[in-house]
Nanobody
Framework: QLDLVESGGGLVQAGGSLRLSCAASGRTFSDYAMAWFRQAPGKDREFVANINWRGDSTHYADSVKGRFTISRDIGQNTVYLQMNSLKPEDSAVYYC?????????WGQGTQVTVSS
């Protein structure tokens, strides 16, 4: 079992930045590729970014490419999402999970709200 806890969300003005963290505990964190997802009100949950187990390969949704950066610190058992140049349409609850995601690893997420 892998326990994932997201943090770092908040309210920010358009153009601002936030850094999300996903702290993992339980099973060996480095065994998994990891990803960030988000869900806005009334919309389906969508993929944001992923990173392989070594941390040397990443992929991004087109909507965030060039603005968001995913990284991981295996020693700290943490995955990060650095979000720059935020837009109101980035407002959502952000979740981390393994990649591919596993149903039983969804946590509470962290709310990101970007004001215009």
């Amino acid at each position: 079992q892998l326990d994932l806890v997201e943090s770092g969300g908040g309210l920010v003005q358009a153009g601002g930045s936030l850094r999300l963290s996903c702290a993992a505990s339980g099973r060996t964190f480095s065994d998994y590729a990891m990803a960030w997802f988000r869900q806005a009100p009334g919309k389906d949950r969508e993929f944001v970014a992923n990173i392989n187990w070594r941390g040397d390969s990443t992929h991004y949704a087109d909507s965030v490419k060039g603005r968001f950066t995913i990284s991981r610190d295996i020693g700290q058992n943490t995955v990060y999402l650095q979000m720059n140049s935020l837009k109101p349409e980035d407002s959502a609850v952000y979740y981390c999970n393994t990649d591919p995601p596993r149903r039983y690893y969804w946590g509470q997420g962290t709310q990101v709200t970007v004001s215009s």
